[in-house]
Structure formats: C-alpha cells, structure tokens
C-alpha cells in the first residue's frame, strides 16, 4: 500500500513538473489515471479510496488532451494516444458493469448503460486505429494492437451483442468483421504460435481465437475447415497461457457447438459410431484442454455441455 501511494504521489509531481517535457507529462498523466481507476488496486490516499474510476478518467482525458511532440515518430504518437484510448475503454467498461443490472429490455432502453457501450467501443477502436502502421512495427506496438483488439472483442462478444443487442443485424455484422480481422492481424503481425510456454505471444492468440470461434458459434457456423484449424490453435495454445477472461465459457461455448453439429452430421450420414470423425477428435481435444486448463470444476462443465447437446 505504501508503494502504491508513493507512485501515485510521484506521478502527480511528474505530470505538474514544469522541469519535465511535454511527452513524459501526458506518460506520467496516463500512468495515474491506469492506476487510480484500476479495478484490482485498493488504496487510499488523503482520505480518498481507490479504485476511484471518476478520478482516473479525469488524468486520462487530460492525457488525451496534452499535444503531441512536434516532431516525434509518427508510431510511436500514436501508440501513446493509443494506450490512454485503450484505458478509457476499460474504464468505461467499469461503467458498463455498473449499470448491467435488469433484463436486456431494460438495458436497451437505459441511455445511461448505451452511452457507456458507445463510449466504451469508441475509445476501444481508437486504441488501435493507425496502428501498427506501415512501417514495420516494434513489439511493443504489437502487443499493444492485439491486446486492443481482443479486448474490443471480448467485450462487444459478451456485454453488447450476445445479452443485450443481438437482434441487431448491425451490431453483429461489426463484430463478426472485427473479430475476423483480428485473427488476420495477429496471422499477419505474428506469422507463427506455437504449444511452447516460452512464446510471448500465445496469449494474445489465446485470446484472439476464442473470440473469433466463440463468436462463429453464435452465428450456428457449419464446422468448415477454417473452424477447426482455430479449434485446433485453441487447443494446443490455451493450457500454455495465464487465465483469459472469458475463456471457460467460450470453451463450453465451442464444445457444445461442436457437438450439437457433430450429431447433425452422424444423423446424416446414418454413420452412427463406426468411425470416430474429425468434429469428435476435436471434441477430445478441446475438452482434454478444458480439463487441463479447468480442472476444478471439470465435472460441472462437462455435465453442462452434455445436457445441452440433448
């Protein structure tokens, strides 16, 4: 706690300094308001608790106003102004869980929570708009975009479009590029991931990929050869990864998908069990993931999947 507040007290006298140049104010800027309205970090200072969302967006928007450099690389100006778009969103996220309160009726009809989506998923695609850039990009900027964009997704997939606003052709048109996208942004920008736990980036694939299956999944997407080489990437990267948001349930999402269309098929092709077939091995795989990557509650999931795909 203690280093906590020091930060934040450091931060303020970085971002009022006169001594200090204009970039290095709008990072310390930045940095206080991440911190400040940061979900997990409870403190309190002068009396003030935190986390304190208001506060915080207040030094992000300050951040967002301050001028860029003259002069400065292009990429990296615009990687600055992307991370405090990146923050703004999450913070407006938080305002999004606040108000997710009654039926989807009802929300629909809050200006208050539609405000807080449209703010949200503005400032979500203006933290990667421009980037990475033509030039080739350093990895910083990399992590930056697709960590962005899997955000992006995974909110619109599961707070605007899956419980509030899917029967808005728009909406789910949207999401449906976005996510497509993302999967080429991260093909293009990161040509190659892998099982191993040393590469970097499986965690942004991990992401990436759930939320582009999970998303076909809602669309009854025909199991097609795309489908199942992202299953497969699904499967082999997850259990090498740290917890992902949302994951579990686009697990359960996907093998529950896989299985209803697994039966489709069987029934058919009148092929009953003789031969195992590519939608039950990847039914095997995915589900040997889950166990791996869930096992504490392995058993309700898999009993919950299999009464669905009755």
Not at 48 to 67: F, Q, V, W
Not at 190 to 215: C, E, Q, R
Request: hydrophobic letters at 35%; one cysteine or more; glycine letters at 6%.
């Amino acid at each position: 706690t203690t280093r906590l507040i020091y930060a934040e007290v450091l931060l303020k006298e970085i971002g009022q300094s006169p001594d200090v140049s204009a970039d290095i104010a709008q990072r310390a800027l930045l940095l206080r308001g991440a911190l400040v309205a940061h979900p997990q970090i409870r403190y309190e200072l002068n009396s003030s608790k935190r986390p304190n969302r208001s506060e915080g967006r207040d030094y992000l928007i300050a951040a967002l106003s301050s001028p860029a450099r003259a002069g400065d690389d292009s990429q990296r100006t615009a990687l600055v102004y992307g991370e405090i778009h990146y923050e703004l969103s999450l913070n407006c996220i938080g305002d999004v869980m606040d108000l997710s309160r009654g039926s989807a009726a009802m929300r629909r009809q809050d200006t208050r929570f539609t405000d807080a989506i449209a703010l949200a998923e503005f400032h979500g695609r203006k933290a990667f708009e421009g980037l990475p850039g033509e030039l080739s990009p350093e990895e910083r900027v990399v992590k930056h975009v697709l960590r962005s964009r899997e955000s992006l997704a995974r909110f619109l997939l599961d707070d605007k479009v899956r419980n509030v606003f899917w029967h808005e052709s728009q909406g789910r048109r949207a999401l449906g590029e976005l996510v497509a996208e993302n999967v080429f942004q991260l093909e293009t920008l990161v040509p190659t991931t892998t099982s191993s736990t040393s590469s970097k980036w499986n965690i942004y694939a991990a992401g990436i990929y759930l939320s582009w299956a999970d998303f076909m999944c809602l669309t009854d997407c025909n199991c097609n050869e795309p489908f199942l080489r992202v299953c497969n990437q699904i499967a082999l990267i997850l259990p090498t990864v740290r917890h992902i948001s949302g994951s579990a349930t686009s697990l359960d999402h996907i093998i529950r998908h896989l299985r209803r269309r697994e039966r489709i098929e069987r029934q058919r092709l009148q092929a009953g069990a003789q031969e195992e077939g590519e939608l039950n091995r990847m039914i095997e795989m995915l589900s040997g993931a889950r166990r791996i990557k869930y096992p504490q509650n392995r058993h309700a999931t898999r009993t919950a999947a299999d009464s669905q795909a009755k």
